[in-house]
């Protein structure tokens, strides 16, 4: 059987996978490269949050994959099932093989529905929502307004996720909306299966702070086990004393955010790390085993936020060092471990959190951004998705402009930004 070659396939037509494909093209308009994802339709995914607090319309976040895909570049339509990086080759759904000279992984992140008892049965109805899927979003927004008191719930799930901020954001976006309406919950719980607010406890005070202005509470090493639906009974799971312990939470309106992990095809190859996201250099985003194999994005192992704002930072590296591997030279551009996320705390402001690798605060403006702000707002509302469709997208690169700053470690006063 006849295998079809690119010199360039790239996995994923996300945010990573098209902003590479874009950003080689304008580097070398000859490229051979291949997208591989069955996907009709591409999602920005960062106004979700937006959508879910009705700020956004969830029309607008869609696009047609086919019309985002570089011109000329190969389109194929089909899922990945294996990888055979000793032969240079992927396998797709129909057992069809594809080899390549350089593969760039771009899968994303695999959300794990099933991972919680009742979940997949439980959603869109009977108060149970999710801002991390297109059709829930608007769900959220009717719950949030249809809500008359009782206990809302917001979930996090142990473990790395896209977007670590967006849990939090459901939050307070609700509770603005509530407080506003002259609505009074009986509770407000954040329970995170995790054991911090926030990764970067420089930003993780001031969160902290955000959570009690809307009295609401939080639940640290929480994870939910299951839902039963039909008696709005969350369960959740914590280790105490080196026992498990569960815990029935009622619940009138449950946002969840499900486990998450790299998908199946990568973990279970020999590409991943133990983790399962795919082994790269945290600086060069080059295979430490495989040198034609680059990744970046969610489905990486790089230590970061998994976030759109990693992606711009990272793609720019990828393609320099990739085009330099083509060739034959030395992958030099280095990766910072920079990335963003916009903490949506009201309707109208967002604390920016701006950070590197190991937790290195880095601001684009010499600021302290744990004070929430309006620009910062207009920049999540407006600027970014315009920025995302025209130039992301489009390989239109602009330089990392974030430098290490430091700011004293005591909250800054909340002010009117």
């Known amino acids: 059987m006849s295998v079809q070659k690119h010199t360039v396939v790239i996995i994923g037509g996300g945010t990573a996978g098209i902003s590479v494909a874009a950003g080689l093209r304008r580097k070398q308009p000859n490229l051979d490269i291949a997208i591989v994802d069955p996907a009709e339709s591409h999602y920005y995914q960062p106004a979700w949050t937006l959508v879910g607090g009705g700020e956004y319309n969830a029309a607008d976040t869609r696009r047609s994959l086919k019309g985002l895909i570089p011109q000329n570049a190969t389109h194929l339509a089909k899922a990945v099932s294996a990888?055979?990086?000793?032969?240079?080759?992927?396998?797709?759904?129909?057992?069809?093989?594809?080899?390549?000279?350089?593969?760039?992984?771009?899968?994303?992140?695999q959300l794990n529905w099933g991972a919680i008892k009742g979940l997949p049965e439980a959603l869109g109805k009977n108060g149970v929502t999710s801002n991390y899927r297109y059709d829930l979003a608007?769900?959220?927004?009717?719950?949030?307004?249809?809500?008359?008191g009782g206990n809302a719930v917001f979930t996090q799930p142990v473990g790395a996720i896209k977007c670590a901020g967006a849990p939090q954001k459901a939050m307070y976006l609700s509770a603005q909306?509530?407080?506003?309406?002259?609505?009074?919950?009986?509770?407000?719980?954040?329970?995170?299966?995790?054991?911090?607010?926030?990764?970067?406890?420089?930003?993780?005070?001031?969160?902290?702070?955000?959570?009690?202005?809307?009295?609401?509470?939080?639940?640290?090493?929480?994870?939910?086990?299951e839902i039963r639906a039909d008696e709005k009974i969350a369960v959740?799971?914590?280790v105490k004393d080196g026992e498990k312990v569960q815990e029935e939470v009622a619940y009138d309106?449950?946002?969840?955010?499900?486990?998450?992990s790299a998908p199946d095809v990568i973990r279970n190859s020999t590409l991943a790390n133990a983790e399962g996201w795919v082994d790269v250099n945290k600086n060069t985003l080059r295979h430490v085993r495989y040198n034609n194999?680059?990744?970046?994005?969610?489905?990486?192992?790089l230590p970061t936020s998994k976030t759109a704002a990693a992606v711009k930072a990272q793609a720019p590296i990828l393609v320099?060092?990739?085009?330099?591997?083509?060739?034959?030279?030395?992958?030099?551009?280095?990766?910072?471990?920079?990335?963003?996320?916009?903490?949506?705390?009201?309707?109208?402001?967002?604390m920016l959190a701006e950070f590197k690798y190991d937790g290195k605060v880095a601001t684009t403006l010499p600021i302290d951004s744990r004070t929430p702000r309006k620009f910062y707002w207009w920049l999540k509302r407006s600027f970014l998705p315009w920025f995302y469709?025209?130039?992301?997208?489009?390989?239109?690169?602009?330089?990392?402009?974030?430098?290490?700053r430091n700011f004293p470690e005591s909250l800054p006063s909340p002010i009117e930004a």
Do not use: M
């Open 138 to 148: 608007p769900y959220t927004w009717e719950l949030v307004k249809s809500f008359k």
């Open 177 to 225: 909306h509530w407080r506003d309406s002259g609505i009074k919950a009986d509770t407000i719980q954040f329970r995170n299966g995790g054991a911090v607010l926030f990764s970067v406890p420089f930003y993780a005070k001031a969160l902290a702070r955000i959570v009690d202005s809307y009295g609401a509470k939080a639940y640290l090493g929480d994870a939910l086990i």
């Open 253 to 260: 309106l449950l946002h969840v955010v499900p486990p998450q």
């Open 293 to 301: 194999i680059f990744s970046l994005g969610d489905c990486s192992s």
């Open 389 to 404: 469709w025209n130039l992301l997208l489009k390989g239109h690169y602009v330089p990392e402009l974030a430098k290490d």
């Open 236 to 238: 959740f799971e914590r």
């Open 83 to 109: 990888f055979i990086p000793e032969e240079n080759q992927i396998e797709l759904a129909d057992g069809q093989r594809v080899g390549y000279d350089f593969l760039v992984v771009a899968a994303g992140i």
């Open 320 to 350: 320099k060092n990739l085009l330099s591997a083509l060739q034959g030279q030395e992958t030099i551009a280095s990766y910072s471990g920079y990335t963003a996320c916009p903490v949506t705390t009201s309707h109208g402001k967002v």
